[in-house]
């Protein structure tokens, strides 16, 4: 069952762009997390933030949640090559150890 | 360095044979996952256990096996009986459900 949808599937940006991913699911959630994945490569933990938080920061990252509208954005600032990746949404179901993962966005950043 | 290892980063299988991928974990952690990676898509879960001796199904268990007999290893099991092998595969654990933690991968060709 998909329950995170990513918008746009691809993003292409200058360095220095700021970056938008976008985030839906379609039950309620106890959080919702961001994952980055290098080609090739496991998943890494960007940033969680729980139903009842409506904006977290951590370095050039900034995510809001929206539950009215069940959506979530995933913002980074000032955008670098390395940044390069596919970016995850996930969000949890009633066990909370079951993550739901979108299918990503792609991002590349041009140097 | 703490972290999760998967073994082998690159696997073969001939048709109608099982096949073994090892996760180890030395981050202390209770909770395992095996997730399955299609191309351009999310994680799809397979199998997770909370603690060691017992594991529950993900969403596409069929053809797979898993066992946790001790807290660092958490092997899965592809069997004959999965019809479309192919993928690449990534564990996961973590502390407490969220956030999870990833290995590098194991992709899987059926030859």
């Known amino acids: 069952s998909q329950q995170g949808e990513e918008d746009p599937q691809a993003l292409s940006i200058q360095e220095g762009e700021n970056a938008t991913m976008n985030c839906s699911y379609k039950t309620s959630i106890n959080n919702l997390q961001w994952y980055r994945q290098n080609s090739g490569r496991g998943l890494v933990h960007l940033i969680l933030?729980?139903?009842?938080?409506r904006e977290k920061h951590s370095g050039r990252l900034r995510v809001t949640l929206d539950t009215s509208k069940k959506s979530s954005s995933l913002l980074i600032t000032a955008s670098r090559a390395a940044d390069t990746a596919s970016y995850f949404c996930a969000t949890d179901e009633d066990s909370s150890y079951k993550l739901i993962f979108g299918s990503g966005t792609r991002l590349l950043v041009r140097p | 360095d703490g972290g999760i290892t998967q073994s082998p980063k690159y696997l073969f299988r001939k048709e109608g044979q099982n096949v073994t991928l090892s996760c180890e974990q030395n981050?202390?952690?209770?909770?395992m996952y095996w997730y399955r990676q299609d191309p351009g898509q999310g994680l799809r879960l397979i199998y997770y256990?909370?603690?060691?001796?017992?594991?529950q199904k993900g969403d596409i268990a069929e053809g797979y096996s898993v066992s946790r007999e001790k807290k660092e290893s958490f092997p899965l099991t592809v069997t004959s009986a999965q019809k479309n092998p192919t993928a690449f595969y990534l564990c996961?654990?973590?502390?407490?459900?969220?956030?999870?933690?990833f290995g590098d991968g194991t992709r899987l060709s059926i030859l």
């Open positions: 996961a654990s973590s502390i407490e459900p969220q956030p999870q933690h």
């Open positions: 933030i729980r139903s009842n938080e």
């Open positions: 981050l202390n952690h209770d909770a």
């Open positions: 256990s909370q603690i060691v001796n017992d594991f």
